[in-house]
């Protein structure tokens, strides 16, 4: 196994959550190999979803939200959590994106000082965050993507490497295709904008040995498990699995004097028997 002890990296998202099924293999079997991994997320998540009653109530969400976040940090390895104090601005169209303190109502700019100062500190070689849709086009996830391309513009001796990750746009399209599941039925003109081309990736990364710990980590996530009646997002065990097994990314800055950690993690990943 490859030794990354001292190697730095640092993923930043939205909310709660974003972390497990989106980059938690790698980011678990960094931890495995020595890296000190920091999360930043830019809220605690207080619009989302509740699912039982017993869990928390609108007023405590946030609070909960971030304990859930670090049990699933525990469970990846992550080594430090870091919040960027921004409130939850909501799905697309809703009232919560009109308030003062959302995510979505900050520039850029003031995002990308904030991220700047957390980076400054910790000088990593490798940062994570979305793809420019944002996955699935949350607005919270889209303004991430775009305050770390302004970070990236105003202080790009703070990131050597910068990776993308998304999802393959043909796998929303399969799940638009079945019959079960919350996408089930999702149109052509909504599953066209969500993840990325398949071809657009310019490395996936199988985390087959770390598919147990991804779905730990995002069961954490208590409040955001489907409510009872309602459908998971992915219905089947063996799909849940299938999807879980890699993790797509795009590179965007490669700093050529630098190691690419991400690039020896994979090439790591696949002599690694699993």
Do not use: C
């Not at 087959?208 to 409510?227: G, S």
């Amino acid at each position: 196994m490859l030794d990354l002890t001292g190697t730095r990296v640092v993923a930043i998202f939205a909310h709660p959550d974003d972390e497990a099924f989106t980059i938690g293999g790698v980011l678990s079997a960094f931890a495995d190999r020595g890296a000190a991994i920091t999360l930043i997320t830019a809220t605690r998540g207080e619009e989302g979803e509740i699912a039982h009653p017993s869990l928390a109530t609108p007023g405590n969400l946030a609070s909960v939200r971030e304990q859930e976040l670090l049990d699933a940090a525990a469970i990846l390895g992550i080594s430090a959590v870091r919040f960027l104090d921004f409130r939850d601005s909501g799905m697309f169209g809703t009232e919560a994106n009109q308030h003062p303190e959302a995510f979505i109502q900050q520039s850029t700019a003031s995002v990308a000082k904030k991220l700047a100062s957390i980076l400054e500190e910790i000088r990593p070689e490798l940062v994570i965050t979305f793809s420019e849709e944002g996955g699935y086009l949350h607005p919270d996830h889209v303004h991430t993507h775009e305050s770390v391309v302004e970070l990236a513009r105003l202080h790009p001796e703070l990131i050597p490497h910068l990776y993308y990750n998304s999802i393959p746009r043909e796998f929303f399209h399969e799940l638009a295709r079945q019959d079960q599941g919350v996408f089930a039925g999702m149109s052509e003109e909504r599953w066209a904008r969500m993840g990325q081309p398949l071809a657009a990736f310019d490395l996936v990364v199988n985390v087959e040995p770390y598919i147990d710990r991804k779905i730990a980590a995002f069961t954490a996530h208590k409040t955001q498990q489907p409510k009872e009646g309602e459908r998971n997002f992915i219905e089947e065990e063996e799909t849940r699995r299938q999807f879980a097994q890699n993790e797509y990314y795009i590179e965007a800055i490669s700093n050529p004097d630098t190691p690419d950690p991400l690039l020896r993690l994979a090439e790591d990943l696949e002599r690694t028997p699993s």
